[in-house]
């Protein structure tokens, strides 16, 4: 087992396949998964003061900002000392960024570079839980019954900014906030691209990458 903690990032556009890269890390290294959206969504849920906070601007179409995203993962960040993780959906922007450095110091970060072509498939033919926040693909992922989530049987839906006319705008909007986020650790000597347009053959690459910093937890990768 590696002697420090191991703090990670990884960083990729909506439909890069950020989730399952970092559901397999955490499987084969033990590092805690920790989702700003899933956090976003129980907070919500709870209607915590934060969560409060977000709602006002999703309630009118905003993104939540700067300071109430940190804010958030700050909190749950300070509850998790003592452990390896692997942060997914923050930081999304340079005040993020720069937040979290008061905080720790990164050993790794991941960037996905997907194609846009293929983010813009992806991403129209995916289907959501929206109470959960279960992610279903209907070429690789799809659900038992098509359009009802697998647990709950509840109904799926297709959000409005993953409708083909709304992707573009929105991978734009990544690109320009995740930029100079990514000049960031790329000058720390803390980043590692990698590019393709199937998760399972990026994985490998980022299961080679984990190996030389932290031991598996099981002795064969998990696919």
Known sequence: MASKLLRAVILGPPGSGKGTVCQRIAQNFGLQHLSSG????????????????????????????????????????????GQHWLLDGFPRTLVQAEALDRICDLDLVISLNIPFETLKDRLSRRW???PSGRVYNLDFNPPHVH?????????????????????????????????????????????????????????????????????????????
């Open 38 to 81: 899933h956090f976003l969504r129980e907070n919500l849920k709870a209607n915590t003061e934060v969560g409060d906070m977000a709602k006002q601007y999703l309630e009118k179409g905003l993104l939540v900002p700067d300071h109430v995203i940190t804010r958030l993962m700050m909190s749950e960040l300070e509850n998790r000392s």
């Open 128 to 130: 959501i839980h929206p």
């Open 147 to 223: 359009g009802i989530d697998d647990i709950t049987g509840e109904p799926l839906v297709q959000q409005e900014d993953d409708k083909p006319e709304a992707v573009a705008a929105r991978l734009r909007r990544y690109k320009d906030a995740a930029k100079p986020v990514i000049e960031l650790y790329k000058s720390r000597g803390v980043l590692h691209q990698f590019s393709g347009t199937e998760t399972n053959k990026i994985w490998p690459y980022v299961y080679s990458l984990f190996s030389n910093k932290i031991t598996p937890i099981q002795s064969k990768q998990a696919y």
